[in-house]
């Protein structure tokens, strides 16, 4: 299981994280409270959705943000007959440690929102196919988990007359041709605690001279309720067996695919975060052992109570263990106790996604589809049933690939396969 092993479009980037997203409806233009930028004054509070719709699409297309961040609803206010603007207003409940400002980038006309703290706040589309568009959503399309860091810093960033507006000109190579699609943040008054930011989004490129920002939608973003779980004060009973562990969204039993898997407590929408763990420990080939070592009784007995798969008869026990169970995570590997539990699926199977966060060493589970309660949960370890034969050593049994015959099987084995490296550095 590698969350960390380079930019996968279908994988999260180490500092992204997953939110619950609701799109709301909004007013159509003429019943819009206001067209102007003044607007945005009445708009600090997330409550406030300036749309009396209830009309949900969930699916709709914000993913990865913090688990601070919670986007609860996106809608659009008004487009404008100058051109579409876009524009997301956020909050948070952190503790006010970080920066008073986000950070926008532009590429290729994709816009990447950052909340002051680094964390990936979003994407958005403002290309011309969007403007005005027909539907009343806003058109805030697909989803991107890039690890910050991949931003290169080439020391050239431009920043604006206005401080708060940056342009990311090692991402938007043509950025001249683009001025007019820029970021601007501005901090709003906190309410109850929670602070405010409001991003606007330029995007009409005909504004050359007279630039216009009108809200198009907002996004209003609320913290997550999911605590994260940690294995500091082992309770007994998750150290001998993690059967029956519930936290209200997941719990993991006996799976048919293999051994036990997660499954779902509840229906689940999209985006909903299901599990924040944080890791049991961190390791590499070289000291695996002394990690090991460093545990409590009652940590090594729950990490002798996972899975393994020996992909040799001679493996060391304790090695098996972390190769089946870690998440790769740069160079080291990463284990945790429940995330550990669940099974692979191939293609449109697998129903989960997940990421790392660096800072809290956590991983992140976030439902990319639809979910019955009792369903399996599954993650994507790998492409394709060879590849996780030749990596992992088992033959998938998920149901969703054509699975590997006994030819395949003995064709990779003598092609990919090394019986005698139980090397721990394998993947
Ligand atoms: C990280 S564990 C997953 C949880 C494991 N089933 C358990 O009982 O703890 C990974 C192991 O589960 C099994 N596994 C996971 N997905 C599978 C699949 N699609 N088909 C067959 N075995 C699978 C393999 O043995 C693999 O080495």
């Not at 986000?102 to 979003?122: C, H, K, M, V």
Request: net charge negative; aromatic share 10%; with cysteine.
């Amino acid at each position: 299981m590698s969350p960390d092993n380079g930019y996968l479009p279908t994988r999260a980037g180490a500092d992204s994280y997953p939110i619950n997203l609701q799109v709301t409806k909004a007013k159509p233009p003429h019943m819009a409270s206001s067209g102007s930028v003044a607007a945005f004054s009445n708009t600090s509070s997330a409550s406030d959705t300036g749309s009396d719709s209830e009309s949900s699409y969930p699916g709709s297309s914000i993913d990865r943000l913090s688990p601070n961040f919670n986007v609860l609803r996106v809608n659009r206010i008004r487009p404008t007959v100058r051109g579409p603007l876009a524009s997301l207003q956020t909050h948070t409940d952190q503790p006010d440690d970080v920066d008073s400002e986000a950070r926008f980038t532009d590429w290729d006309g994709e816009s990447f929102i950052y909340a002051p703290n680094g964390s990936f706040l979003g994407c958005m589309f403002p290309d011309g196919r969007s403007e005005i568009a027909p539907e009343d959503s806003i058109s805030v399309k697909d989803v991107y988990r890039r690890p910050y860091e991949d931003f290169p810093d080439d020391g050239s960033d431009d920043e604006d007359d206005d401080e708060n507006i940056y342009l990311d000109k090692s991402r938007a190579p043509n950025y001249e041709d683009r001025l007019t699609k820029l970021g601007y943040v501005s901090r709003l008054p906190d309410t109850e605690g929670k602070r405010h930011y409001r991003i606007e989004l330029t995007i009409d490129k005909l504004l050359e001279e007279d630039k216009v920002r009108t809200r198009l939608g907002t996004i209003s973003l609320s913290s997550s309720k999911l605590p994260i779980l940690n294995h500091d004060g082992l309770q007994p009973k998750l150290a001998s067996d993690l059967e029956g562990f519930n936290n209200g969204f997941l719990e993991v039993k006996k799976s048919s695919v293999s051994g036990h898997g997660v499954f779902a407590v509840r229906d689940l929408e999209p985006f909903t975060t299901i599990l924040i763990e944080r890791e049991l420990f961190n390791a590499n080939s070289f000291d695996l052992y002394d990690k090991l070592d460093a545990l409590t009784e009652e940590q090594r007995k729950a990490y002798h109570a996972l899975h393994n798969h020996k992909r040799t008869p001679s493996e060391d026990i304790r090695a098996a263990i972390w190769r089946t169970n870690r998440f790769s995570i740069s160079l080291r590997g990463s284990v945790f106790l429940v995330s550990s539990r669940f099974n692979h699926a191939c293609g449109d199977r697998n129903n989960v996604d997940y990421s790392y966060d660096r800072d809290k060493k956590c991983m992140v589970f976030v439902v990319k589809k639809k979910v019955q309660s009792g369903s399996e949960l599954f993650i994507q370890y790998g492409i394709g049933p060879a590849h996780l034969f030749a990596t992992w050593g088992f033959r998938c049994a998920c149901g969703g690939c054509a699975g590997l015959s006994e030819d395949d099987c003995k064709a990779i084995k003598s092609s990919a396969w090394d019986e005698d490296n139980d090397d721990l550095a394998m993947w």
